[in-house]
């Protein structure tokens, strides 16, 4: 993801700080605004591979902090709820006003309920998402309810909120209490996802089946099995993020809105805190490489070289298919074996017995009711295709700083 850091006013004056994630390429297909859980910040690793996902599909996405949390402006005592909406609303806004309207909200936990509020208000979103979400707004208060007594008695409490303090004034449950989901999402009339786990112990599941009976058709339910409350494990968030991607672009436009700054058939990006981990967009499909955690890689990829064979593999199969199509051929399945390895010069011509070369063994597997002499022409036309011929003919490489 390409990162942007961007400041924005609430509707109150003060600064909230945000991120925009863009696709590798910045060929961006559609925005999404992203609302994070109850004294969550922005940068919830959760979040953050969540829009990874995303950004894997085209998708940009502005993940901010609330008033009051993160690197924002303001108090957190002095926020609630509707203030939280409003916030949401404001980013939505300043989207639009900069970039592009975002089509697509999605809030985790208590950002799931404000997106739910905010959907009814803004026209230009397309589709919304909740993830972890409760049905009713004043269901946060189990989080603190040791200290609902004093906050009533007294105005006020401290309280610890995921090992954190936090003050929670009275106002807050005011507020909470004044905001009715149940009246709110029958008129949202949007598509919607709701994704939840049966295992979350922080939000209980039937919440998710009353958001989802509240609201009206296009509406979609997808089980989180075996995941937390606020989704630590990676493979849970990046899997909600591929999810709401597969399922928004349905209701959002496809094509390319807003192109910026590249012309190229390939950007690879690689960022400091992903280590090896390497994300590449090719002519708008997203791949990713990495190296084996043997040498210090997560292993989440391929390497490049694994991909430099598999570009040859796939070279060859496709142009074979070509060929029988071409020729009606009964070519029903073509497989490409691949291995890499160094041998002594002594196996290739013109070269020092003690060197030593790269070679590719590549073994074509084919099926189908072929005769000897159509197998034998195939592996002569595999021979053929273009990526063999740039690898064996050599090819110059041209590099150069970007402005």
């Given amino acids: 993801m390409k990162t942007i850091k961007l400041r924005f006013p609430n509707a109150e004056g003060q600064t909230l700080a945000a991120r925009l ?36 599909k085209g998708i940009a996405v502005l993940r901010f902090d609330f008033t009051g949390l993160g690197e924002s402006e303001g108090d957190f ?13 404001c980013a ?16 985790h936990s208590l ?28 269901h946060v208060q189990h989080l603190f309810q040791d200290s609902v007594e004093e906050i009533n008695a007294s105005g006020v409490a401290n309280v610890l909120l995921g090992g ?4 929670i004034k009275k106002q807050f449950i005011e507020d909470l209490e004044k905001n009715d989901l149940a009246t709110i999402i029958p008129q949202i009339r949007k598509p ?24 009206h058709h296009p509406k979609s339910y997808i089980s989180l099995d075996g995941a937390d409350h606020l989704l630590t494990k990676k493979e849970d968030a990046l899997y909600v993020g591929e999810v709401i991607a597969s399922w928004a672009v349905r209701y959002i436009p496809t094509g390319t809105i807003d192109p910026i700054d590249t012309d190229h058939q390939v950007v690879v990006r690689n960022e400091m805190e992903k280590g090896l981990l390497t994300e590449i967009m090719a002519n708008g499909h997203y791949l990713i490489a990495d190296e084996p955690k043997s040498i210090g890689g997560t292993d989440l990829g391929g390497t490049p070289y694994d991909l430099l064979l598999s570009s040859l593999g796939a070279c060859t199969a496709i142009t074979i298919r070509m060929y029988a199509n071409h020729k009606g051929l009964p070519l029903d399945e073509v497989k490409v074996h691949m291995t890499r390895k160094k041998r002594h010069g002594a ?37 053929k295709c273009p990526v063999h011929k740039t690898l064996v003919h050599g090819i110059e490489i041209r590099s150069k700083l970007k402005e």
């Fill in 192 to 215: 919607l996802l709701v994704l939840h786990s049966p295992q979350d112990d922080t939000v209980d599941i039937t919440n998710a089946e009353k958001i989802y009976k509240a609201a």
């Fill in 111 to 138: 950002g799931g309920a404000a997106v739910l509020m905010a959907a009814a208000q803004l026209d230009y979103v397309e589709a919304v998402s909740t993830v972890g979400a409760p049905a009713d707004v004043p």
């Fill in 347 to 383: 196996d290739a011509q013109n070269l020092d017995a003690n060197s030593m070369i790269e070679f590719i063994d590549r073994e074509i597997e084919l099926t189908g009711d072929l005769t000897d002499q159509q197998r034998h022409r195939i592996l002569e036309i595999g021979d």
């Fill in 92 to 107: 939505a806004d300043y989207l639009k006003d900069h970039y592009q309207a975002p089509k697509i909200l999605i809030g």
């Fill in 21 to 56: 994630e863009l696709p590798v390429d910045k060929q961006i297909k559609s925005y999404a605004l992203f609302a994070h859980c109850f004294t969550c910040t922005k940068n919830l690793m959760a979040v953050t591979n969540i829009s990874r996902a995303l950004t894997a």
């Fill in 164 to 167: 954190r303090p936090f003050t």
């Fill in 77 to 89: 005592a002095d926020s609630n709820f509707s203030g939280n909406v409003q916030d949401l609303i």
